[in-house]
C-alpha cells in the first residue's frame, strides 16, 4: 500500500504540473533550494568553533519551518484520507501509506540536501562521524515530514477554534519579525567571539530534536558510541510515537457534536458603557480575528526581544510591552469592522455613541494592558540593569493610552470591509482584511504622539541626565490621558456626525 501510494503521489504530481501549480511549484523549488544554499553556505563558512552553533541554529530553523508551514497553509499533501475512504485499511495502515506518499515531494528534497550539511560537519569532526551524519540525516528528515503531517491533521481538528486562530498567527508573527531581527541569526553564527551562541542557548538546541543530530556527530567524534546509539534510537521513537498520534488523528470522530446554547447567568449591565464594555470584552475572547491578530502582536514582540539573545544583548527585553502595544494597537484598529453590519444596533440607539467608544476603549485596555505591564516587569528583571527602566517605565503610559485613542479613532475614520462573523471561513488571517496599512500608519502615529516623552529620553540618555530620562514618566502619563480623552471625543464625534457612511463601508 505504501508503495502504491507513493507511485500515486509521483502521478499526482507530474500532471498537476501546468499553469499556476507550474509556477507555484517553481518558486518552492527555488526558495527551497535558496534556503538548502544558505544553511550549507553558513555550516561551511562558520569556523570550526562555530559549525556546531550553524548546524544547531539552521537544524532548529528547518524543524520550526516544517512545523510551523501547515498552520500557514502551506501544506498540500496530495494524496487525502478522502480518496482512500472506501479502501479498507487501519488507521495505522492509513498513516503509513500517507506518510509514504508525504516523502515524495519537493519539500523533502529541498531538506536532505539542506541536511548534507550535517555531512560536512561530520568531515570536520572525524571519519568515524560520517556513517552516523548519513543515518541521522534520513532520520531527521522522516521525523520532520511526520511531524508535519501531524500538525495538519491537528489543526484540521482545531479548525475554526479560537486556539487555532492563536496557533495560524504564531508563525506568522515569527516569520515577519526574522526581517526585521534577522541580522541577529547571522551575528550569532559568524560574528566575532563577543557575538558567538552563548552556551545555555546551544545546549538548549541539543535537547531540542533539531540538535540530536549533531549531538550523535559529536559523540561519534568522541567515540562514546553509547549516546549516538540513543540519539538514533530517540529519533526512530520519535517518528514512530508522530505516525501513532497521526493515525488517532485520521480517526473520525464517533459521534456527531451537538453545539448547545449558552444561558446567561452573568452580571446585568446598569448603564450603556457597562454594557458595551461587557460586550467587548466577551468579544475579544470569542472574535478568531481579534484573537488572531492580538496573538500575532505578542509573537512578534517576543520574538523581537528575545533573539538579541542569541547574540548576548538584553536591553531590548525591558521594552517588549511596548513593542507589544505598538503592535496591537495597529492590529486592533478595526475594531468597528470586525463587527460587521451589526454597527446598526448602535446607529438605532440615539446617545449611545459614547458608550460604544468608551467602552471599546477600556476593554481595549482591559485586555491589552495586564500582558503589556507583566512583560515589561519580566524584562526588567530578566535584564538585571537600571539603565533600561526609565525607558520601559516613559514609554508604555503614552503607547498604551495614546494607542487607545489611536486606535478607535482609525476604526471609524478607516474603516475596513471585513465578513460578517457567520459568513468568514477558515483562516483569521485572511478573514481580517488588509490591515498592513494601518498597521503601518499607527506605528508612525504613536512615534509622533510620544516624541515628547521620547525626546526628553533621548536627551537625557545623551547628556547622562537622570533628571530629564526620569521626568519623560509624568509626561508619558499626562500625554496619554490626555490623548485617550482627545482622540476618543474626536471618534465620538465621527460616529455621531457620520455613523451612516460608516456601516455603508463595512456593508
Known sequence: MVGVL???K???LRNSFTGTKATSMVTGVVAGLAAAGCTLWLTISAGPDRAGGALLLTMASWLVGWIVGPMMGGSDPGVRREYLRHVP????????GLFGAALVG??????LIAGTSLIWYALRVGAAAVPVALVTLVLFVLLLVALSNVVVALVGRVVNSRLSAALMAIPWGAIVCLGAQGWVIIAAITGGPETALPPFIADKLRLAPSGWPVVAIEAAGRGDWALVVAVVAGLVALIAAALAGWALLLRRPAGRTVI???RWRGWRPATPLAAVLGKELRTWRRDLVRIHFLTFSLVYALTYVLLPLLINVTDYLPMAGVFFVALAVGSSAHLHSSDGTALWQTLLAPGSERADIRG????????????AIALTVVGLVWHGKADMVPWAVGLLPVVLLGGAGLLILFSVLMPIRIADPHLRGNNPGSDGGAI?????????????VASPALALLITGTVRHSEVLRWSAVPVSVVLGVGLAWGFGRLAITRLTRRGPELLAKLG
Open 106 to 111: 519537493i519539500g523533502p528534497a529541498v531538506t
Open 10 to 12: 509521483w502521478r499526482i
Open 360 to 371: 471599546r476603549q477600556r476593554a481595549w485596555l482591559l485586555v491589552v494592558a495586564p500582558v
Open 6 to 8: 507513493m507511485g500515486m
Open 89 to 96: 485499511l487501519t488507521d495505522r495502515q492509513l498513516a503509513a
Open 260 to 262: 448547545r446554547a449558552a
Open 436 to 448: 498592513s496599512g494601518i498597521v503601518w500608519l499607527s506605528l508612525i502615529a504613536l512615534v509622533v
